[in-house]
């Protein structure tokens, strides 16, 4: 058991949970507080939110009062509604982790991702109360957004981000919060970056993707998430950082206290 621990405690560090919960569930220790806690941090890394939450219902009492677990909950709760405080910080979370494992592919596709996020944020804000947007709502499809571009702005375009980057130029010039998000967006090094998307796996084309690559187009990689936290500050957007950081550290004690009560046994 001492080892499958340091091998737990490796795999969390790089927030691969997957492989963390194979190990609980060859030590039979899947039904342990640890147990539940990497297995809902496995469903929500990939957004499946409601999973993740009922794997966090049945903690011992205490942890399940715990500061951190109630956090947790209740982000998940806001992550269900589709809350965009909640989805962008879920995010910016994903493409750290993506960072951390090299896995730069992926990691561009979660910047395109964020990028078109913002923008649709910005448009359907700018249409409406924000306090009632949700990212699980119609309006923010694509095919809806660019059909209010063309019928109320005569804006055409194939692409959601070009739309209404073109909108907030035309019709938002006097909201600076917009215009300034658009231009950290649009910055040469931002295209570039989005461009190698574009020509990769998930983009277009079949070109891979290196972190020299990533170093030429934007510089260090976690350049991209300082630009968008900026954003996010712009637009009065409130991330919640270090959520899967803040398991870990819970989720380190609540493995080492396996392995001790294992030795004494």
């Not at 968008?228 to 380190?252: A, R, S």
Request: glycine fraction near 6%; hydrophobic fraction near 35%.
């Amino acid at each position: 058991m001492a080892q499958s621990c340091n091998v737990i405690h490796k795999l969390i560090e790089r927030y691969d949970y997957g492989g963390a919960y194979d190990i609980m569930l060859e030590n039979g220790l899947e039904e342990t507080d640890a147990g539940k806690i990497i297995n809902s941090c496995r469903y929500a890394i990939n957004f499946d939110f409601k999973t993740a939450k009922y794997n966090l219902s049945e903690l011992n009492e205490t942890l399940l009062n715990s500061e951190i677990i109630v956090a947790t909950k209740k982000n998940l709760d806001e992550l269900i509604k589709g809350n965009p405080d909640a989805i962008f910080s879920e995010l910016m979370e994903n493409i750290k982790i993506q960072i951390v494992n090299e896995e730069f592919i992926d990691f561009l596709g979660r910047v395109y991702r964020f990028k078109e996020a913002i923008y649709k944020f910005i448009f359907i804000s700018s249409l409406g109360d924000k306090k009632k947007f949700s990212f699980l709502t119609d309006v923010v499809l694509k095919k809806n957004i660019l059909r209010i571009l063309k019928k109320k702005f005569n804006i055409y375009s194939g692409s959601t981000i070009y739309g209404i980057s073109n909108y907030i130029n035309k019709y938002q010039k006097n909201e600076f919060k917009y215009i300034k998000v658009d231009k950290i967006l649009n910055a040469d090094k931002m295209n570039e970056i989005i461009e190698l998307r574009h020509n990769s796996i998930i983009g277009h084309g079949f070109s891979g993707v290196s972190v020299d690559d990533i170093y030429r187009a934007y510089g260090n990689p976690y350049n991209v998430l300082d630009d968008f936290e900026d954003c996010m500050n712009i637009l009065d957007i409130k991330i919640f950082k270090y959520k899967y950081g803040q398991l870990n550290e819970v989720l380190y004690h609540l493995t080492c206290d396996l392995k001790e009560k294992n030795e004494d046994e």
